[in-house]
């Protein structure tokens, strides 16, 4: 048992505060459930974050943050500078996969598909139908730097185009008008570049937004997906590949849109998903027989700094073995039987 002490960073300033502090309280519990001195550290409530983490007097952080100054990048180089070793992906991987720009920049230059899209900001909006050009409807419009849902919404028209752009860009400078892709949603949960499975997302009212994600009922989780095996073998390949090319590692969980057609796209790669013990990657993990409290080890036994530090060789030679034993082979090929969670 480790006699480090575990800070557990949640809350932060973003939008997505609220749902930070429920991460942290289950990851915080599921923790100290296996005897781990555990500290919460709630970012946001006045204190400048270094001093917050300095006074708890932590040797290694869990991050429970998600969002803008928690997700993407900005705590994770406070802590490389404070030399304490954190969880999840990098400084620059977590900056990429915040940045939806930057991250189908990237999907594309490594053949990952992703929806096509543009860009637009305020100046826009005074051109937006020369902009818009023959892009066609429906659109979904979304802040470039948000998660959870923020600020997304679908447009029919040109109308509500303008009011999904208005509604995006008060929540950031840019803002990507995106095809809207008519598919299967499929999100696949990551561990140290192995594939833990696949979960199938219905929301029952058809887009999944803020209330969709968290109001209970509203959305039907299902897995694994309704697709064919071979498929989903095909779908976790590319979520794999789409973590790896933004440098993602640690936990992390890969939305996608998967057509009735040939076509498989990637939305996004969340470095810090959800992790309250009903949230989906705890969901998929469960289904792959590692319970909450074992994942929540897992990921913390991962913890490292990352800046100057000479590249690990493999994620298994370094860090110490704990009681979860899984390989990919047991995981991603595994299919038990399909329920809904
Ligand atoms: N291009 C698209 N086509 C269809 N649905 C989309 C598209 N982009 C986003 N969505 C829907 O909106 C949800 C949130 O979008 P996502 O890009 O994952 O951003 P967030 O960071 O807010 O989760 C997705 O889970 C999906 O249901
Ligand atoms: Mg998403």
């Given at each position: 048992m480790s006699k480090r002490r575990v800070g557990v960073l949640m809350g932060g300033t973003s939008a997505e505060r609220e749902i930070s502090l429920r991460t942290g309280e289950g990851v915080a519990?599921?923790?100290?459930?296996?005897?781990?001195?555990?500290?919460?550290?709630?970012?946001?409530?006045?204190?400048?974050?270094?001093?917050?983490?300095?006074?708890?007097?932590?040797?290694?952080?869990?991050?429970?943050?998600?969002g803008r100054l928690g997700e993407d990048g900005c705590i994770q180089g406070m802590l490389e500078m404070m030399g304490i070793p954190y969880t999840g992906s990098s400084v620059l991987g977590s900056a990429l996969a915040m940045d939806k720009l930057k991250a189908k920049e990237m999907f594309r230059l490594h053949n990952i598909p992703t929806p096509p899209y543009y860009v637009a900001t305020e100046a826009d909006l005074l051109e937006l139908e020369a902009l818009h050009g023959s892009f066609g409807f429906p659109v979904i419009v979304k802040p470039r730097g948000e998660g959870s849902s923020v600020g997304l919404t679908m447009a029919n028209d040109l109308g509500e185009l303008r009011a999904g752009l208005e509604s995006a860009l008060d929540h950031d400078r840019f803002a990507l008008v995106e095809r809207f892709v008519k598919a299967t949603e499929v999100h696949v949960g990551i561990l140290d570049g192995r594939v833990l499975g696949a979960i199938e997302v219905v929301p029952k009212k058809g887009l999944y937004d803020y209330s969709a994600k968290y109001t209970p009922g509203e959305t039907e989780y299902i897995l694994p997906p309704r697709i064919a095996p071979t498929r989903t073998r095909g779908v976790m390949n590319l979520a794999e590949r789409a973590a790896r090319a933004l440098g993602v590692t640690g936990a992390c969980r890969v939305d996608l849109l998967v057509t009735e057609g040939e076509n498989e796209y990637v939305l996004e790669v969340n470095t810090l998903p959800g992790m309250t013990p009903t949230s989906l990657l705890p969901k998929i993990s469960a289904h792959a027989g590692i319970d909450y409290?074992?994942?929540?080890?897992?990921?913390?036994?991962?913890?490292?700094?990352?800046?100057?530090?000479?590249?690990?060789?493999?994620?298994?030679?370094?860090?110490?073995?704990?009681?979860?034993?899984?390989?990919?082979?047991?995981?991603a090929l595994v299919q038990p039987e399909r329920k809904v969670v």
């Open positions: 519990k599921a923790l100290e459930s296996r005897g781990h001195d555990v500290v919460r550290v709630a970012l946001g409530a006045g204190k400048p974050a270094d001093q917050a983490v300095r006074e708890a007097s932590i040797d290694v952080a869990f991050l429970a943050l998600h409290a074992s994942l929540c080890e897992a990921i913390l036994e991962g913890a490292t700094l990352h800046a100057g530090a000479a590249p690990r060789r493999s994620a298994s030679e370094e860090r110490p073995q704990s009681g979860v034993t899984f390989r990919k082979s047991d995981l």
